[in-house]
Structures are given as C-alpha cells and as structure tokens.
C-alpha cells in the first residue's frame, strides 16, 4: 500500500479532507429502460427521465447517474456498446439528450454518464473490422490469441461463468471477453484505443455532463502474459481481471489528458480490488478517480453463487473501514442497491409487510449518515421490493443463461439451490419498471406490456401513494437528504462505532469541531430496551418511529427503529 502525504490520526478527524461539491452530492441512479416511458413503446426513456426531473430535484437529490444511453444491441442493457457518440434510439435522439441536460441545469441537476469502455458490443464496427482479418489496425484494438489444438487460450472464465474467450472461424484464432461473448474486451495497451476512449471522454463532457461511472474499469489492463489461473485464482477470477500492470498508469494518463481540464466527478466499479488497494484509486495526489464502489458490501451475503445470511458484524466492518480513511484526502461511496444488486429492502432489511416500510427507513438512515457520497437506486426510495420469479425464463438478464449453464449445467450446482439464491441475488430484481402510480404497468408505460414484468405489489407500493403520505419511505428519504445538508458533519465528520459487539444495534457518531450526531439504528425485527452512556444527553433530530424519550441513557427501541441524535 502506499501512503502519500500525512498519514490520519487515531481518532481518524478529517480535517484535511478538502470541500468538493460531488462530496456534498446526493446521486441518484437512473436505469434509463425502466424509469419512464414518454411515447408507449414499453421502454424507459429521455424523454420520460425529463419528465421526472422534478421529482428527483423534490426528493434532494443533486446529481444523476445515468446507466449506458448510448446506441446498443443491448444484449447487456446498453452495457454493450456499438456507438459511443449516439444515443439509443429506443431512448431517444441528441436533441433529446441536450434538453435533458438544459432541463437538469435548470433545477440545479448535474448529470453523470456511464463509461463503458473495457469492452464494446460485438456490432461495434471496430470489432466487426478487427474479427473480419488477421491486419489492419482494428486487429489490435481487441485482443486476440491462436487457440491451441482447438482449445481456449488460457483456462480463464468470463465473469459470470463459461470460457472468457470465443472462437472466431473467419481468422482461426478467439478473443477475450471477461463477459459475455457480445461484450469484447478492448486491448488498453494499443495507445490508439487510449484516444478513441479519450475522445469519446471529451465528447460528452464538451456536452456539459459532470462526470463518469466507470463501468468495470479495474479490468482495463490485462495481465501480460495471460497464463493459465490457478485452482484458487478460479475461485475468484476478478482479482486477476484486475491484476493488470498498468491499470494505474492508464487512469493516471486519462486523469491527465481529459478529466484534469473539467471540474467532474469519476467513480470506478472497483471489482476486484481488495478493501487495501482502493486508496490507490482514491487518494487525490494520485490523480486518478475520485471515488470508487467497493465490493465489500456487495459480497456481504454470498459465496459464489450462493446467498448467504449476513450478519450485522460484518456490515460493521465494513463501514468502520470505510470510516478510518487510510489516506488523508480519499473519498468513499455509499450504496446499498444498483441495477446489479438486488433491492436494498429485501436485502438488508426485511420487506414482509409489518417491516417493509420501517426497515426501508432504517436503512435509509445508514445510507445517509454513513462517510462517503451516497447513491440512491431508482425506487429504492419508495422501499421498492424485489421480484417475484417462478422459474428461468422470469429472468431476462443476458449472465442468467451463462451462468445456469456453466454452474448447473457443467459443475452439477443443484438446480433448486441455484434458483433459490438467484432468486434472492438476481440483478433483474432491480431492473424492473420503476413504480409511479396505481394504474395499469404502474403508471410506469401505457403500452400493453412493458419490455420487462412490472412489480405486482405496485398498487400498494408507488411513487404517487408515497408522495400522498408524509410517512413514507420516500418522505423519510426527503427529511435525512436536508438533515444532511444542514449538517455538514454528515459529510466531513469523523466515524466512531459507538458499540461494535451488538449483534442487533448499530449505534454510531459523527463528529467535527463541536459539531456531533449520534445514529441509532435497531436492524432486526425485535423490540427491546437498549442503554448506552452515549444517549445520556441527546436531543433527536429524526426518527421513523414515533418519537420515544430516553431516560437516563435508556430507551426501548422498535423493530428496525432509526434515530438520528444531536449530542
Ligand atoms: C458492470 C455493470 C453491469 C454490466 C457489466 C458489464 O458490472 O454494472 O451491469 O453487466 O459491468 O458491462
Ligand atoms: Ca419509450
């Protein structure tokens, strides 16, 4: 690890941290396909994103992230790319693109887009050239090896399972693909990929946008020799995705050449980084990102394939590293949810009815209060659940195959087992149309039918039912996005676990100067009397629960209560 710059002291006090506005931003998600249909073909839209502008500036949230708008096959939903400069037709037309952005700037909305450029999509005529022969100077733009006696060139899968490369009859010889065989890897180290994806940068940020996620992009460098894994690389193949000499130098020299003369923010998809690396994407002297999303939440509860209970210990762990920064100035993300993931609710809290609403709020709570700039996903300030599925062909996402056929098919994973992880972990929970109102496709599409099954609980669970009532989910997510911004200790302050060993309460502080906020959050489905020196003087904030005194440093806590206190 390397450390630049004056290392942090114990109490981990950021008092060097230096003011941006996308530390202070609240971002929300956008998966453009499922949020708003404008014209009734069953496709989420600009058009419709425009429409709701209103309603995300309503909610607090200051900035958008937008999942891949750009013209695809859309194998991956947009996550294939086949033209970097033009928008999607399914979703619209640049005119409509630049009166979002005019829209956005209007109500004080920055927009970020989504930077996909570890690979493209097969149609992307860069491939089409570099597939078609053995010269000219496409070929390179891809990686490409012989196959040896008819067999992959190495042992590598692709992420989501299968072998990571594809024969290719035309020029005898396969390429790699860390996804799905639409989604070619590019070759990072042909410098004239470097432009292109530079000038794809440069694009759309002379187009007024605030920045980048950068999708996958730990994988950019590939290890030179591409040898064989072994038995315990296979296990978690990501950490030698990401194991690439130059994946440093190659941010480093984007740094230099596109982002350095923009005022933006950048955040990287930190797949397969260990929690000790990530500082080295972070640490502002380095002048790479900003800021990153790190796994360690995501692979809280499974074990390959497999879902596993999660228990609070862990998330504990999790935000107390992710609270005692290893370098003065780097900045973390907050996330409970993404159109990968499945929904937060379901997830960390518990979407049975008595719960759904208390336990969306209560982790609410954490996703606001904890160190970092937190991203909301799309509906998960409505306690959006997950989905119900009866069986494979309910999944629409292009790694479910992939995966049923290398773990079920070819390894004997037990078929019910499977399902039922999937079930609980599937990506599609997240991808389904967002919830406006109670009428037919919520509101969502007047098309007969919407590209992908709309929630059935949407008469009950919905954007126009949660604006109605002042205690929903979604004005409880109003309230903590203010209380952020009118305490900015939300965002500079230091982190203390304040009782680290209880395995039902999280209880912690924020603090600068004089400024502290004390967080109580009961993240189970009992009730019971709770006692903490701590709570000996506090006045609250906000809760969502009705409030309940605290008498001598001692209270009864509801089910999945939640209380922000000032000390
Ligand atoms: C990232 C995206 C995911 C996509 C994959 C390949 O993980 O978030 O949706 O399938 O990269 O682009
Ligand atoms: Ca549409």
């Known amino acids: 690890m390397i450390m630049i710059g004056r290392s942090y002291a114990a109490s981990g006090v950021q008092s060097e941290t230096t003011r941006a506005w996308w530390k202070e931003a609240v971002v929300y998600e956008i998966y453009p396909r499922s949020f708003k249909d404008s014209n009734g073909d069953g496709i989420g839209d600009l058009r419709g994103i425009i429409d709701k502008l209103p309603y ?19 194998r991956d939903n947009g996550y294939d790319i086949s033209d970097y400069k033009a928008i999607m037709p399914e979703f619209g037309t640049m005119r409509d693109f630049e009166m979002l952005m005019a829209k956005a700037s209007s109500l004080g909305i920055r927009v970020i887009l989504d930077l996909v450029v570890n690979h493209t999509s097969d149609q992307h005529p860069w491939f089409q050239k570099s597939r078609a022969s053995h010269d000219g100077p496409y070929r390179d733009y891809y990686i490409w090896r012989d196959s040896v006696h008819g067999h992959p060139p190495n042992n590598w899968p692709s992420a989501w399972g299968g072998s990571a490369w594809t024969f290719e009859p035309t020029t005898n010889s396969s390429y790699l693909h860390l996804f799905s065989p639409y989604q070619p890897d590019l070759n990072w180290d042909n410098p004239f990929v470097r432009d292109e994806v530079f000038s794809i940068m440069k694009f759309w940020l002379d187009k007024g946008v605030s920045g980048f996620r950068m999708d996958a992009i730990t994988m950019i460098s590939k290890i030179p020799s591409l040898r064989d894994m072994s038995l315990e690389e296979l296990k978690a193949p990501e950490y030698v995705y990401a194991a690439g000499p130059h994946l440093h130098a190659y941010l480093r020299e984007m740094n230099d050449r596109v982002l350095s003369h923009y005022d933006v ?90 719960f759904r609403e208390v336990s969306a709020k209560a982790i609410a709570t954490l996703l606001l209060t904890q160190c970092g700039t937190p991203f909301i996903y799309q509906g998960e300030e409505l306690g959006m659940t997950n989905l119900p599925f009866n069986g494979l062909d309910d999944f629409e996402d292009v790694q479910v195959p992939i995966e049923w056929d290398a773990k079920v098919k070819r390894q004997g994973v037990n078929p019910e087992a499977f399902f039922e992880s999937l ?91 004089n400024s502290k906020l004390l967080i109580l959050i009961n993240m189970s489905d009992r009730g019971f009397t709770y006692a903490s020196p701590h709570l000996a003087k506090v006045s609250p904030l906000i809760s969502n629960v009705e409030h309940r005194s605290v008498t001598k440093g001692m209270t009864w806590l509801a089910p999945w209560e939640a209380r922000v206190y000032v000390a």
């Not at 937008?66 to 013209?71: E, G, H, K, R």
């Not at 992710?322 to 993300?333: K, L, V």
């Open 56 to 74: 995300i500036r309503d909610l607090g949230a200051d900035t958008i992230w937008l999942a891949p708008i750009f013209q695809s096959p859309n």
């Open 423 to 513: 079930k609980g972990l599937g990506r599609d929970n997240a991808r389904s149309p967002m919830q406006w109102d109670m009428t037919r496709n919520a509101g969502f599409t007047t098309a007969n039918k919407p590209w992908y099954r709309v929630n059935p609980n949407y008469i009950e669970i919905n954007a126009q039912a949660c604006l109605q009532n002042s205690k929903s989910v979604y004005h409880y997510f109003r309230d903590l996005i203010a209380l952020r911004r009118k305490y900015p200790v939300l965002i500079y302050g230091s982190y203390q676990d304040l009782d680290p060993d209880h395995s039902a309460v999280f209880f912690y502080s924020r603090e600068s100067g």
């Open 265 to 354: 923010m950048t955040v990287g998809e930190a797949y397969g980084m260990h929690a000790q690396d990530i500082p080295l994407f972070t640490e502002s002297a380095r002048r790479e990102l900003d800021m990153v999303f790190a796994f360690d939440i995501v692979h809280v509860d499974r074990q390959g394939w497999r879902k596993i209970a999660w228990p609070l210990s862990k998330l504990k762990e999790i935000y107390a590293a992710a609270g005692r920064p290893r370098s003065p100035d780097s900045w973390n993300t907050v996330f409970l949810d993404n159109h990968d993931q499945p929904r937060a609710v379901s997830r960390f809290g518990n979407d049975a009815a008595p």
